[in-house]
């Protein structure tokens, strides 16, 4: 694995960033963003991925919260 101190690899990581990135984009290239989503698909189907969260978030509660401001 990585050497001390530094971040373990996130599991999809790359693929996963590219099509958040590709979504973004203008003008919106949807056979880009569909080829990728599929990327992202093979990825997480030959790791195992089970369920993927953001820094921060590993214990909260996946429901959209329903508290009011």
Same mark, same amino acid.
């Given at each position: 694995? %990585? $050497?001390? %101190? /530094? @971040?373990? *690899?996130?599991? +999809? *990581?790359? /693929?996963? !960033? #590219?099509? !958040? #990135? +590709?979504?973004?984009?203008?003008?919106? =290239?949807?056979?880009? +963003?569909? &080829?990728?989503? &599929?990327? !992202?698909? =093979? +990825?997480?189907? *030959?790791? $195992?991925?089970?369920?993927?969260? !953001?820094? %921060?978030? /590993? &214990?909260? =509660?996946?429901? @959209?919260?329903?508290?009011?401001?």
């Amino acid at each position: 694995m %990585g $050497k001390e %101190g /530094e @971040p373990k *690899a996130v599991v +999809c *990581a790359q /693929e996963a !960033l #590219n099509l !958040l #990135n +590709c979504v973004t984009q203008s003008p919106y =290239d949807q056979d880009k +963003c569909l &080829h990728l989503l &599929h990327s !992202l698909r =093979d +990825c997480v189907l *030959a790791k $195992k991925v089970k369920k993927f969260s !953001l820094a %921060g978030q /590993e &214990h909260q =509660d996946t429901k @959209p919260s329903t508290q009011k401001a």
